[in-house]
């Protein structure tokens, strides 16, 4: 089964997004996960604690996931190893932003979704 966006048409890629808890760099998962949903690079899933099973499973008839974490804790990638789910990782402080004096701005949001971007291209 493949997912499907609005229109009907079948969804090649998913974006995951945890955003948790950490206040700056999980605003800037969340919101370079949305900016690449809207500009078409792939169908959002924001794994939050009611709906998180139900969108991994989704995510699983995706032909490429991209998880985006906030920060090292990877809530989202222990949350996608548990249902079985493949999928590259994306760690925002891992690009050299640090938690809690990252500021979401242009710079740093440029900077996710650039990095964003090159995973989900790797594979077509």
Known sequence: MAIRN???AAVDKMILVCSGCSADVGYLA???ARILSVT???KL???DADKAAAILAEAKTAKQVLLIDGCEN???LALAREAGLD???LVVTDLGLV???APADGKNMDLVAAKARELLSCKG
């Open 6 to 8: 609005a229109g009907g």
């Open 30 to 32: 969340d919101k370079a």
């Open 40 to 42: 078409g690079q792939g």
């Open 45 to 47: 899933g924001v794994l």
């Open 74 to 76: 990877g809530c989202g």
């Open 87 to 89: 999928c590259d990782h």
């Open 99 to 101: 938690k809690g004096s």
